[in-house]
Every structure is written in C-alpha cells, then in structure tokens.
C-alpha cells in the first residue's frame, strides 16, 4: 500500500528506542459455546426482504471519508416494506467488515449510530489527524515515556473517537456485526476482531478496547510497530475450533486454507504471540473476511423462516483505492525508484483487488442459489462504490491523485463524501432493489 507521511517516516527514523506494548487481550479460561458461535449466525434479519451487508477498503482518510458518503446516504434513504415495516436503509445493514482507513468508520459507526453523523466529520474526517500524531511525537513529554508510535497512534484515537470503549460496548440490538481486520505477520493470516479469532487465543473479545483494534487494522508497516497480542495457553478450545477433514473438504479451496491457516494458533509454543499490522496487506477490500465466514459457517445454506417471494441480499463495497497519474510515459528516462515502486504496488493492489471481486461475486450467486427454494428466492447484488465509476473525468482524475494519508485539505475530505453519496443515490441495481422492496411497489 502506498503511502506518503514523508514527515511520520522522518520523525519514526529519529525517534530511538520505544518500550514494547504489552497485549491486552487477557487469559479466558471458558471459552464457550455460546461466545464461539460463527459470526453470523447469531444475525436476525430486522425483516423479511432485505439484507445489507458492507465492506470497507483501506486507503487512510480518503477511505474513510468515501465510506462515511456512502452510511450517510443509506441513512438519507427510507424505506416501507409489505409488512408495514418502515426503516432506513442503513437500518437494515446487518454487517461491517473494515480494513485499514474504513475501519475509522466501520468501528465509530458501530459503537455511536446516529452520533455518526453530528460528530464524525469534526472529530476525525476534518481533524489535522497527521499534524496531531507530529506534535505528540516531537512533544518533551514523550522523551520520558517513550512509548511506541503505535501506542501513541492508539491513544489519540481512544481520546478523539472511541474512548474507553471495549467490544462489549457495541450494542448487538442497534448495531451491525462489526468485523475489523488485520494482517499478522508472523503466519501470514488476515486477523479478524471476532470471537471466532479470539476463541482460538483463549481469549475474550468483548473486553478488549475497540481503539487497540482500529490501531492494528491502521498500522501501516514501518510506519507503525506492529500490535501484538497473547495466544494463551490453559483453555480448551477443542470443541469450538476445530473442523473434522471431511468438514474442510467440503469447503471451497479458499476457505480450506483459511482454516488451516489459522489452526496454526493451536502451536502455541511455536506461536506464542502474534504481531498485527494494516488489514489492507491480507484483504484491502474487507471482502475475504465476509466470504470465509459465510463459506466457513455455510450461514448462507439456512433460510430465515417466512421470507415471502424474494429475499434480496445486498452487499455494497467500498473501493477506495485509486489510480494516480505518475507520469512514466511522458519520458524515455527511467523511472525513479519511488515511481518504480509506487507503480508495482499500484498494479499488484488492482490486480488482487479485481481478483477479490471476482470471487466473491461467483460465490455469492453461488450462496443465493443454494439458499433458495421454491417459495423464496434469494437475489444477490454487488455494488461498488469505487472512483472508478465516477462520472464526471475532471473529478475522477481529481480523487486519483488523492494520496493515502491521515490529514487531507477539507474540500478533499467534502467532495469524497459527496462522492460516495453520489454513488449511493444513483445505482441502478440498488434503484431497482428499492423498486422491488419499498410498497405499494410501482408494479
């Protein structure tokens, strides 16, 4: 992922010795049933005809910001169902899973709701996000701490947005099924802040600080140290992490060697600990996690009861990465190292990104038609949300050029909100989504 603080990386080089940041996630000794259910499969549907579910990509603030365009249309956006049933659409978005810069938005969302859209954009989107990291870092009281850029990242996030907020200040009945994620160096998995995770950690999520975690789905490497956490001993987690061989080949290749990837936490003298660093090296769209637990958890296979002749389910992400104009065809002259670099990284970041899409795609027609029947069809939708589609060239060449970053100009920050609204509002497959769900219908 490009990046460029080239003043954090100047002041990260000059900044010495730091102390280690002890793990958070403490020893449960119980790990049960109840705490080690897949990840969805506790969802109730709010109704009977629509299932939202959202990915957030990584891409620092600009990601945020395109993410946050899109919550706050779906808030803009009612709806009044067969059954009398009337709601936003955000109402009926029953899943977030964020990686890196969306996860600012995923998580404040998930724990705030409605205050999302009074504070969010004052308390971080328009904040000096970069300047506030700087002077903390160059302030003399970090000469006698010396803790590390990614604790002092961690708390400024715990005093400008979540506070002292744990998972288990997330309210099920309001919120969606919040799912952050990031990248563990040390087996090469996506980590997920879920139970199911933690589970094999012998640990409990519910007690661990949402600004630790929105810290690790952040910590670009280098950058930032990597946020270790525990992998205990002294549990039995036997009875819920474990998947007989006939269960695993039952799954698709992709979700096998996500099983037996993060079996590997079972080794724990050899995985004593692991080191998290940015969600967005494992999964930059957010969407891997939401087809493993689906496919894992074969969630998609059970029906919800009566669900009448459709069952729409729409699954909107949320691409923030870019295509920046860099230039290399207009010389003969070598390109620069930076340019070389920032070129393969931007080809290698699409490519997975359009292979990623792909797959999820085929899977969901896939689930749909697996989880219909002949009184209730399911009907999939993949959305994107992605500068890519928009219209207008001037302003699509304008939010390419938008760099990764945690500080962005305020008319930036404004015309990618509008953006990501935009989007929203206009989609033909969501139009005829609302079409079909909304009563009376036109038809």
Request: charged share 20%; net charge negative.
């Amino acid at each position: 992922m490009r990046t460029r603080f080239g003043l954090l990386i100047l002041v990260s080089l000059l900044s010495g010795c730091t102390t280690v940041s002890q793990p958070e996630n403490r020893l449960q000794k119980d790990i049960s049933t109840e705490l080690d259910q897949h990840a969805f499969s506790r969802l109730e549907h709010r109704d009977n005809h629509v299932t939202v579910i959202l990915a957030f990509s990584g891409g620092g603030k600009r990601a945020a910001a395109l993410s946050y365009g899109v919550l706050k249309q779906l808030n803009d956006i009612t709806i009044t169902q067969k059954n009398g049933y009337s709601s936003t659409l955000l109402d009926e978005v029953d899943v977030i899973s964020s990686v890196s810069g969306g996860s600012f938005t995923a998580a404040y969302y998930a724990l705030y709701h409605e205050k999302t859209f009074t504070h969010y954009e004052d308390e971080f989107l328009q904040a000096d996000v970069k300047q506030d990291l700087i002077s903390t870092y160059l302030s003399p009281t970090r000469w006698f701490t010396k803790h590390s850029r990614t604790e002092i990242a961690r708390r400024y996030y715990q005093t400008q947005l979540f506070g002292d907020a744990t998972f288990a200040d997330i309210d099920d009945d309001k919120s969606p099924y919040l799912i952050i994620n990031a990248s563990d160096i040390t087996t090469g998995v996506r980590f997920s802040f879920i139970q199911e995770y933690f589970s094999f950690l012998c640990s409990d999520i519910s007690q661990y600080p949402i600004s630790k975690a929105v810290a690790a789905s952040t910590a670009v490497p280098i950058l930032f140290e990597p946020v270790a956490l525990e992998n205990h001993s002294g549990c039995n987690t036997t009875a819920h992490t474990s998947y007989q061989p006939m269960q695993i080949e039952q799954l698709s290749f992709r979700a096998q060697k996500t099983v037996q990837s993060i079996e590997r936490y079972k080794d724990k003298d050899k995985h004593q600990y692991i080191h998290l660093v940015d969600g967005g090296i494992t999964d930059n769209l957010g969407l891997l996690a939401i087809y493993d637990i689906l496919e894992v958890g074969k969630i998609h296979q059970s029906t919800n009861g009566d669900l009448g002749t459709k069952h729409h389910v729409v699954v909107i992400a949320v691409d923030a990465s870019t295509k920046p104009d860099l230039g290399l065809g207009l010389s003969m002259e070598p390109p620069t190292t930076v340019q070389t670099l920032n070129s393969v990284t931007d080809i290698q970041l699409h490519r997975y990104n359009d292979a990623t899409k792909e797959v999820f795609k085929r899977a969901m027609n896939q689930w749909a038609a697996e989880a219909s029947t002949a009184e209730n069809q399911v009907v999939p939708h993949f959305i994107e949300v992605t500068f890519s589609h928009t219209r207008d060239p001037k302003k699509r060449h304008e939010f390419n050029q938008v760099p990764t970053d945690l500080t962005l100009p305020f008319e930036s920050v404004d015309a990618i909100i509008k953006e990501g609204q935009y989007q929203i509002q206009t989609h033909p497959a969501l139009q005829k989504v609302l079409l079909e769900i909304n009563y009376p219908s036109s038809d």
